[in-house]
């Protein structure tokens, strides 16, 4: 997150040790994620400027 509250990703590193932990093969999880990333970063930026008015 930047200083003025926009989110700017997600950490990768905890995001694949989800996965492991819920037993899910992290070399597809890998692959997928930036995509759902991208798009969830930028919901969650519209979002937030929505509400900030």
């Known amino acids: 997150m930047s200083?003025?509250?926009?989110?700017?990703?997600?950490?990768f590193g905890a995001a694949l040790g989800m996965a492991a932990a819920l037993g899910i093969n992290p070399a597809p999880v890998a692959e997928i994620l930036p995509a759902i990333e991208a798009v969830m970063v930028r919901v969650l930026n519209e979002q937030r400027d929505m509400s900030d008015g």
């Open 3 to 11: 200083p003025s509250g926009t989110i700017t990703g997600w950490d």
